[in-house]
């Protein structure tokens, strides 16, 4: 009986976060450049600027946080372990550098602005690994409020945006050959649909090559959040035995877990492909309940400092895997 009315709260604010989703599902898929993600986030704050009954709040809560981390989980089912093998040694040394020159600018550049320290974090971690989807496996993990979310999903789709311009022209300015260019989209370029529409507008073979780089740099998102979770812990507590399992990302063994069912073909591929759409379908859900949380006024408070943190944040991942590449000689 009881577990009867926990679920009559939640279904009033789930109802309206799926009204949310849906819409904003087609959008992103009419414009993939954009995404539905952001959609959701965007028309849930819209409608949060008019007072809604407290009815909603459960489900929305359990939405942004519950539903979040099922997403993350689903999404291992489209992550193939084999191609980390694929793409060779050289973009996983990349990597090491586009990730340490995203955190290092994360946090030198957002403690001279002056950020909250999670919306740095985020914003890091979403250009570092892969826009939106590393942004909502490490919320939860760092115990991100939903303004940081906004924020940093915010300022990603931006840079989204502006790659999928400037990389191709560069590309060409700069002579690069296609693996070069997808070595360079698919380590420095956020979100799968912008590494995929730079990738393919340079030509298909960069466009091949972009896209399996990017799905091999989204596994990054395990030994970060792991990591995050182990320097929380420490945090949190003055002895030497941390509260590890309090906020230890087991949604993470899970994605860890779909990544190897996918990859060992246990479970048919087609299979493998709804449950990851789903996943994916789910992170809309979560972003419009993170949009109905978040207040239009509170975004345009904090100014153009995650805007500037995360302009640095880009410039620097794209910069030093330029270097990186130079150096080896790719292109």
Not at 132 to 146: E, L, Q
Not at 186 to 195: C, F, L, Q
Not at 220 to 226: F, K, Q
Request: hydrophobic letters at 55%; glycine letters at 10%.
């Amino acid at each position: 009986m009881t577990q009867n009315t926990e679920l009559m709260k939640l279904l009033p604010g789930i109802f309206i976060v799926i009204a949310i989703a849906v819409p904003s599902w087609f959008l992103g898929s009419f414009v993939p450049l954009i995404g539905g993600p952001v959609f959701g986030i965007l028309l849930g704050m819209i409608i949060a600027c008019w007072k809604r009954p407290a009815i909603y709040e459960d489900g929305i809560t359990f939405a942004s946080k519950k539903i979040l981390q099922a997403s993350i989980i689903l999404l291992g089912f489209e992550m193939n372990l084999f191609n980390v093998f694929k793409v060779g040694s050289q973009s996983l040394y990349i990597m090491i550098f586009t990730l340490s020159a995203a955190f290092l600018s994360a946090w030198l550049v957002g403690k001279y602005l002056k950020l909250p320290g999670n919306t740095s974090i985020l914003i890091g971690v979403g250009t570092a690994i892969c826009g939106g989807s590393a942004i909502a496996a490490t919320a939860p993990v760092i115990s991100a409020n939903d303004k940081d979310v906004a924020y940093s999903i915010s300022t990603i789709f931006l840079f989204n945006i502006a790659a999928v311009f400037i990389f191709p022209f560069m590309g060409h300015v700069l002579g690069m050959n296609d693996m070069g260019f997808g070595m360079w989209a698919g380590t420095a370029i956020n979100d799968t649909s912008s590494v995929v529409a730079a990738g393919y507008s340079y030509s298909h073979e960069a466009g091949n090559f972009a896209t399996i780089v990017k799905l091999t740099r989204a596994l990054m998102i395990v030994p970060v959040t792991l990591t995050l979770a182990l320097i929380i812990a420490r945090k949190k507590t003055s002895t030497g035995n941390f509260g590890i399992a309090k906020i230890f990302p087991w949604f993470i063994l899970g994605f860890l877990a779909a990544s190897i069912i996918n990859t060992t073909g246990f479970i048919p591929p087609v299979v493998c492909e709804f449950l990851s759409h789903t996943g994916k379908f789910f992170i809309v859900i979560a972003m419009a309940a993170i949009g109905l949380k978040t207040h239009l006024k509170h975004i345009f408070n904090n100014g153009i400092r995650p805007i500037l943190l995360g302009l640095f944040c880009w410039l620097a991942v794209a910069l030093v895997s330029l270097a990186v590449q130079h150096y080896l000689q790719i292109w």
